[in-house]
């Protein structure tokens, strides 16, 4: 679809990576581009026209995931947009993050997103984000602000929908079909000519297409769109492969799905609004990414962990993600109280591990301090189920359940 705009557009990055062709090899050799197209359910990129996933699958995978946290539970999460983004880029639910809406009201910032972790591990890389939304990068992430340790992005493109003069607004979401266009040509350009080690490219148009026409021809041809301009972002990253003999993570998500029959809404805990999608390039991926159906959280971990970022051990208990592309332990921890007695079940991966298993009962770390935790015992991984004797004392709120295994860290919640 819209061949010759695209062609246009990648004759543009062309011109322009001529220029470059006498680029040093960058000291950082992994770096990672995540991409969000808004608004995808997974029953249509399935349908829908897309070479360019189909390229990156092809050398990777297409992972079945999940948003909306647990259904009906302490980590139920709104299927909104703003609320899918922080989900993916703080790797933990709502109750943590507390981005419950596109107002970004009052986002929870003790719960570091990626590109804080990955400064604090690495003050030297480079981050940057490319996004139709301002309100991604200074409120979302919170550039600058106290909260976040002034957190300040290296490269960012953002703000077009702000100019209305160069981008009339119109009600058929035109204008911002073009300013993600910009967002993508100026990524890609970007990516190549600077190679930042962590970035963010956000698209708008597909969800705003959805909800203008719902399941309808005009939805699919933006899907296919928005494929073309995800391949200009991804023809940048191959082209620093082959020149520069770096190692790239390409990681292209959505951050909700649709309602069923129409796909004009979304926010709701139907199947086809929780039911989204990754698409990775890389085929590596782990028993538990095989096994099953993955979550919006895992995106966080995966990410760190394969650009080999520090976390502290406070921030990594807090976490509700699993990586997907090396093996664990475990993964799926899920808890019950019943009078003093603790009833855990996991998907098992590692025969012969074993887990320790922690409680604590307060919750410092939303604001700021630490909780501390008490060994309760110690599990074999194997059997994917212990029960524990455990008193939750009455005053307490929450009981904060840790399953640590040799390779990664569990956490689930009981509230009263």
Same mark, same amino acid.
């Given at each position: 679809m819209?061949?010759n705009?695209l062609?246009?557009?990648?004759?543009?990055?062309?011109?322009?990576?001529?220029s470059?062709?006498?680029?040093?090899?960058?000291?950082?050799q992994k !770096?990672?581009v995540?991409?969000?197209?808004d608004?995808i359910?997974?029953?249509?990129?399935?349908?829908?026209?897309?070479p360019?996933?189909?390229r990156?699958?092809?050398? /990777?995978v297409?992972?079945?995931?999940?948003? /909306?946290?647990?259904r009906?539970?302490?980590?139920e999460?709104?299927t909104?947009?703003?609320?899918?983004?922080?989900?993916?880029l703080?790797?933990?639910?709502?109750? !943590?993050h507390?981005?419950?809406d596109?107002?970004?009201?009052e986002?929870n910032?003790?719960?570091?997103?990626?590109?804080?972790?990955?400064?604090?591990? +690495?003050?030297d =890389?480079?981050? &940057?984000?490319?996004?139709?939304?301002?309100?991604?990068?200074?409120?979302?992430l919170?550039?600058?602000?106290?909260?976040?340790?002034?957190l300040?992005?290296?490269y960012?493109f953002d703000g077009?929908?702000?100019?209305?003069v160069a981008?009339?607004?119109?009600? !058929?979401?035109n204008?911002?079909?073009?300013i993600?266009?910009?967002?993508?040509?100026e &990524?890609? !350009?970007?990516?190549?000519?600077?190679?930042?080690?962590?970035?963010?490219v956000y698209l708008?148009?597909?969800?705003?297409?959805?909800?203008?026409?719902?399941?309808?021809?005009?939805?699919?041809?933006?899907i296919?769109?928005?494929d =073309?301009?995800?391949g200009?972002?991804?023809?940048?990253?191959?082209?620093r492969?082959?020149?520069?003999g770096?190692?790239?993570l390409?990681?292209?998500v959505?951050?909700?799905g649709?309602?069923?029959?129409?796909?004009?809404?979304?926010?709701g805990?139907?199947?086809?609004?929780r039911?989204?999608?990754?698409?990775?390039?890389?085929?590596?991926i782990?028993?538990?990414?095989?096994?099953?159906?993955?979550?919006?959280?895992?995106?966080?971990?995966?990410i760190c962990?394969?650009?080999?970022?520090?976390?502290?051990n406070?921030?990594?208990?807090?976490?509700? /993600?699993?990586?997907?592309?090396?093996?664990?332990?475990?993964?799926?921890?899920? &808890?019950?109280?019943? /009078?003093d007695?603790?009833?855990?079940?996991?998907?098992?991966?590692?025969?012969?591990?074993?887990a320790?298993v922690?409680?604590?009962f307060?919750?410092?770390? &939303? +604001?700021?301090g630490?909780d501390?935790?008490?060994?309760?015992?110690q599990?074999?991984? +194997?059997?994917?189920?212990a029960v524990?004797?455990?008193?939750?004392p009455?005053?307490? +709120?929450?009981m904060?359940?840790?399953?640590k295994?040799k390779?990664?860290?569990?956490n689930?919640?009981?509230?009263?």
């Open positions: 819209h061949k705009i062609n246009i557009i990648r004759g543009t990055l062309l011109i322009g990576a001529l470059l062709s006498t680029l040093s090899i960058s000291a950082q !770096k990672t995540l991409i969000i197209m608004g359910p997974t029953d249509m990129i399935y349908n829908a026209y897309t360019n996933l189909d990156i699958r092809h050398n /990777g297409l992972l079945e995931s999940y948003v /909306g946290g647990v009906n539970g302490y980590s999460t709104p909104i947009s703003s609320n899918g983004y922080a989900t993916h703080i790797g933990t639910w709502v109750h !943590k507390d981005v419950w596109n107002s970004i009201k986002p910032y003790h719960y570091p997103s990626m590109f804080r972790l990955f400064k604090d591990s +690495k003050p =890389g480079k981050i &940057a984000i490319y996004s139709t939304w301002l309100d991604n990068r200074t409120k979302l919170g550039e600058g602000l106290k909260g976040t340790d002034n300040k992005f290296d960012h077009l929908e702000l100019d209305t981008y009339p607004h119109d009600d !058929k979401s204008y911002i079909k073009r993600d266009t910009a967002v993508a040509l &990524a890609a !350009k970007s990516i190549y000519r600077d190679a930042p080690d962590m970035s963010w708008q148009h597909t969800d705003d297409m959805g909800h203008i026409y719902g399941e309808d021809p005009e939805f699919y041809n933006s296919s769109y928005m =073309g301009l995800v200009l972002v991804y023809d940048s990253v191959l082209q492969e082959n020149e520069f770096e190692d790239w390409v990681v292209v959505t951050d909700h649709r309602t069923p029959l129409t796909a004009k809404h979304h926010g805990q139907s199947e086809r609004e039911n989204t999608w990754i698409v990775m390039n890389k085929k590596e782990n028993q538990y990414a095989t096994e099953r159906q993955v979550a919006a959280v895992d995106v966080l971990p995966t962990d394969f650009m080999d970022v520090e976390i502290d406070t921030v990594l208990t807090e976490l509700d /993600g699993t990586p997907l592309l090396r093996p664990v332990d475990a993964a799926n921890l899920s &808890a019950r109280l019943i /009078g007695q603790l009833i855990l079940n996991w998907n098992a991966y590692n025969e012969d591990s074993t320790d922690f409680v604590t307060s919750n410092n770390f &939303a +604001k700021g630490r501390e935790y008490k060994k309760v015992g599990v074999p991984v +194997k059997e994917g189920s524990l004797e455990v008193s939750m009455q005053d307490a +709120k929450v904060k359940i840790l399953l295994t390779t990664n860290t569990l689930y919640w009981i509230r009263k």
